[in-house]
């Protein structure tokens, strides 16, 4: 959390439809309704899995899209579902920058906790974040992280490490820009997202030649950069995280040191391995 402490955080992934925006990089249209769900489902939804939930003073509310796209969930359910999260201290959901604005704020006041909104960053590159149909622009972010902030919202920022189009270098490179970016701003949370195959489109873009995913060791390296910078809480996301690296005893020492970068914001000694895929 932003105080320092790690703390656990329950998550709900609720269903809904695919999100309107369909981002080459994105893999949340699976699993997801045909149409948008009515009024009343995603509070139902949350008020059938709150009984199964750890006793925890945080939650995090996924919904295969934008929380404020009013297509995806009606303003109208938003006074229910704030009731139904009274109990938690903070409050944290996902939202395209495009939707954020007075219908966020409305929300935020409802509720008994702390806003927080996850916006995707992507890339400050403008040319490959325009490749990626993220239908938004640097600025347009920029302007949506200031409204959060002026109201007292907390902003934390999902970072690409090697979307489409980008070498390895360009990939770190490119990364550790948009954390610079992302700091400037004033967000104090940033989350790297190692860019995964398993949408179809990326899978397509691997056979041309236009994709291939980071390695494990470029993980390390934006990490570490992020850390250094000192300048907010930067974490990796290590979901299947073993999928990045060719050398098993590579991977569980890389593993256990970005989860330890992690947990503390330090930057441990680095590993050793005896194949050729080591870290400088």
């Not at 489409?164 to 990939?171: C, H, S, Y």
């Not at 989350?191 to 990326?202: F, Q, T």
């Not at 691997?206 to 809480?233: A, C, H, N, W």
């Not at 996301?237 to 593993?255: G, H, N, P, V």
Request: net charge negative.
């Amino acid at each position: 959390m932003p105080s320092g402490i790690v703390e656990e955080v329950a998550t709900l992934f609720l269903t809904n439809s695919e999100c309107p925006f369909k981002c080459l990089m994105c893999d949340l249209w699976k699993n997801t309704t045909d149409v948008p769900v009515p009024p009343g489902a995603i509070p139902a939804q949350i008020e059938y899995a709150l009984p199964g939930l750890p006793s925890v003073r945080h939650i995090k509310l996924y919904n295969s899209g934008s929380f404020f796209d009013p297509r995806a969930i009606p303003p109208e359910d938003h006074k229910r579902i704030a009731g139904l999260l009274e109990p938690f201290d903070t409050v944290i959901v996902e939202s395209h920058p495009a939707f954020i604005g007075e219908r966020t704020l409305v929300f935020s006041r409802m509720l008994s906790g702390h806003l927080q909104v996850a916006l995707g960053l992507e890339t400050v590159h403008p040319e490959i974040l325009r490749r990626l149909n993220k239908k938004m622009t640097i600025d347009r972010f920029d302007k949506a992280v200031q409204f959060l902030l002026s109201h007292d919202i907390e902003v934390r920022a999902f970072i690409l490490l090697k979307p489409p189009f980008m070498t390895e270098e360009e990939g770190v490179l490119w990364a550790q820009r948009s954390l610079d970016h992302a700091f400037s701003t004033g967000i104090r949370t940033c989350i790297i997202i190692p860019v995964r195959e398993g949408n179809g489109a990326l899978e397509a873009l691997t056979r041309t030649g236009y994709f291939e995913p980071p390695d494990m060791q470029s993980v390390e390296k934006v990490l570490e950069y992020g850390i250094r910078l000192k300048k907010g809480l930067v974490f990796a996301d290590l979901w299947d995280i073993q999928r990045f690296s060719a050398c098993d005893q590579c991977t569980e020492q890389i593993k256990k040191r970005l989860s330890a970068m992690n947990l503390s914001q330090e930057i441990p000694p680095p590993h050793n391995c005896s194949c050729t895929d080591v870290t400088d």
